[in-house]
């Protein structure tokens, strides 16, 4: 649920006037190691439909964490959860998850004209 809701805000925040919201092409996120992407795509596609977002793409960047115990830097998603806390992939040493929580918006794309591009 905490998927749909960030991507909730994220489509409020787009779509309130501050962005030409009928020429974004791509829309780039960085999201963190609790967030599924897969559900944060699948729930940009079900709330962009039917307002200016509608054909645009969603992005997510990966997030790296680095680990204070083995020095790795590494990207990290829901697989690296235990719980609220982050699980080095390299080492398996353990680190709350402090930073990274929520959803960070990164660039927005926009297209010359009003044609829709294919994700």
């Known amino acids: 649920m905490h998927d749909l809701a960030a991507v909730t805000a994220l489509v409020d925040r787009l779509t309130s ?5 009928e020429r974004v092409a791509e829309i780039r996120i960085k999201a963190g190691p609790v967030f599924d992407p897969e559900a944060l795509e699948q729930a940009y596609e079900m709330l962009a439909r039917e307002t200016p977002l509608e054909g645009s793409c969603l992005v997510i960047e990966p997030s790296f964490a680095r680990c204070e115990a083995c020095g ?4 990290v998603g ?5 719980g609220h806390v982050l ?9 709350p998850v402090e930073h990274g929580a929520g959803i960070e918006l990164v660039a927005i794309d926009l297209r010359p ?7």
């Open 78 to 82: 829901p697989e690296d959860l235990a």
């Open 72 to 75: 790795v830097s590494s990207p």
């Open 87 to 95: 699980l080095c992939p390299a080492c398996g040493a353990p680190s």
């Open 113 to 119: 004209g009003p044609s829709a591009l294919p994700c």
């Open 17 to 21: 006037g501050a962005v030409p919201a």
